[in-house]
């Protein structure tokens, strides 16, 4: 968030000799502390070996996708906005790009932002759509209900019926390789064909018959797609 304040800058900073204070403020949350050597940074973002960063910098999109991507810096839970025009954009790029290029891996994220943004809105915590339990949103994946790598492109624009929040804790897994799926009348049931230990049991019990909010008329298919594709006899 910006703001101008002369009267809480001058509170916080004084003034200088012409009485003027630095009233352009912005706020900042979530706020991770890094340790990155001069010598690492500047290998990344291609500056003199000798070069050191002083002050507060702010990189372009080039610069900052590459130490994302070298780092592992990305946290969704920044909520980039990411407008639907950019996110058709961004899909219909997607296909042809070369998957182990950083700008794959920066419009790959710009796809995740919006639909997070879209599941989450601004929410901290929120449910999962297998198990109903609340989880703080970095333990959440936007699932894609029929996998991903098998949606057409309209059926990717199709985001208000194609993902669902699955928890990091085991429904996104469980869900993904088979183990667990969405029957024809919306409820959570288990696949006898896929070896079940002790601990999937205690997992999925309490789970399964519990009925699916995100299964509906639109989305129905996409949960029948995901279970055509695991051959469960239903
Ligand atoms: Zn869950």
Same mark, same amino acid.
């Given at each position: 968030?910006?703001f101008?304040?002369?009267?809480?800058?001058?509170?916080?900073?004084?003034v200088?000799?012409n009485n003027?204070?630095?009233?352009n403020?912005?706020l900042?949350?979530?706020?991770?502390?890094?340790?990155?050597? &001069?010598?690492?940074?500047?290998?990344?973002l291609?500056?003199?070996?000798?070069?050191v960063?002083?002050g507060?910098?702010v990189l372009d999109?080039?610069?900052?996708?590459?130490l994302?991507?070298?780092?592992? $810096?990305?946290?969704?839970?920044l909520?980039e906005?990411?407008?639907i025009?950019?996110?058709?954009?961004?899909?219909?790029?997607l296909?042809?790009?070369?998957? $182990?290029?950083?700008? &794959?891996?920066?419009?790959?994220r710009?796809?995740?932002?919006?639909?997070?943004?879209?599941?989450?809105?601004?929410?901290?915590?929120?449910?999962?759509?297998?198990?109903?339990?609340?989880?703080?949103?970095?333990?959440?994946?936007?699932?894609?209900?029929?996998?991903?790598?098998?949606?057409?492109?309209?059926?990717k624009?199709?985001?208000?019926?194609i993902?669902?929040?699955?928890?990091?804790?085991?429904?996104?897994?469980?869900?993904?390789?088979?183990?667990?799926?969405?029957?024809g009348s919306?409820n959570?049931s288990?696949?006898?064909?896929?070896?079940?230990?002790?601990?999937?049991?205690?997992?999925?019990?309490p789970?399964?018959?519990?009925?699916?909010?995100?299964?509906n008329?639109?989305s129905s298919?996409?949960f029948?797609a995901?279970v055509?594709?695991?051959?469960?006899e239903?």
């Open positions: 968030m910006k101008n304040n002369y009267d809480l800058a001058k509170n916080l900073w004084g200088d000799e003027n204070t630095w009233e403020i912005y900042v949350t979530d706020i991770e502390m890094i340790d990155v050597s &001069y010598d690492r940074l500047n290998k990344i291609g500056y003199k070996d000798n070069y960063i002083q507060l910098q999109e080039i610069k900052s996708n590459k994302f991507e070298v780092l592992e $810096l990305y946290n969704y839970s909520n906005p990411v407008s025009d950019d996110y058709k954009n961004t899909l219909s790029n296909e042809n790009a070369d998957k $182990l290029d950083t700008e &794959y891996m920066a419009r790959r710009k796809e995740q932002s919006f639909l997070r943004n879209y599941l989450f809105g601004n929410d901290k915590y929120f449910e999962c759509g297998i198990c109903g339990e609340k989880f703080p949103i970095d333990m959440l994946i936007t699932a894609h209900i029929k996998k991903r790598s098998y949606c057409s492109n309209d059926e624009l199709d985001y208000k019926n993902v669902m929040p699955m928890c990091k804790l085991g429904c996104d897994d469980l869900y993904e390789k088979g183990y667990i799926f969405v029957d919306g959570i288990l696949n006898r064909d896929r070896p079940i230990t002790q601990k999937i049991s205690q997992y999925v019990d789970i399964i018959g519990k009925r699916c909010k995100y299964y008329e639109q298919k996409y029948k995901n055509d594709r695991h051959k469960i239903v």
